[in-house]
């Protein structure tokens, strides 16, 4: 499992699990996060922890799964995108699962682990 598989996963667990905390745990303090919908942006600790806690006041349950993204590694900076899928659980419509694509940067820290300086998530549009 690449470092970016391991990130994003305790990522997506943390989300499913509506612990904000631990989804903060995958971010560099002064990281920044866009979303696919209007509004869906923040920089920073508080900011991304005020995104995500809104989508968990709201009972919206979220989290990606992907086969093969595309990493590279250089130094102490990796990169990734690809393709995924979202799978939502919103209350009253029930789950949604729908094709997204998954983008973002790390960075090594001085302990050796990995945090997320930059994550990106969009649905591609029809054509």
């Known amino acids: ?3 970016v598989d391991e990130v994003l996963t305790a990522k997506v667990a943390a989300l499913r699990a ?3 905390a631990a989804v903060l745990d995958a971010f560099e303090p002064d990281a920044v996060l866009f979303g696919s919908g209007g ?3 923040a920089v920073g600790h508080e900011a991304i922890r005020a995104l995500v806690q809104g989508f968990f006041d709201q ?4 989290g990606w799964t992907w086969k093969h993204l595309h990493v590279t590694e250089h130094g102490d900076v990796a990169w990734f995108v690809g393709p ?3 799978h939502a659980e919103i209350p009253e419509q029930g789950p949604l699962v729908r094709p ?9 820290q001085p302990d050796g682990g990995w945090l997320l300086a930059m994550f990106n998530g969009s649905e591609p ?3």
């Open 100 to 108: 997204y694509r998954l983008s973002g940067v790390l960075r090594r």
């Open 39 to 41: 509004g869906e942006s």
């Open 84 to 86: 995924a899928q979202l």
């Open 59 to 62: 009972g919206i349950t979220l």
């Open 125 to 127: 549009v029809e054509d």
């Open 1 to 3: 499992m690449s470092v």
């Open 18 to 20: 509506h612990d904000a």
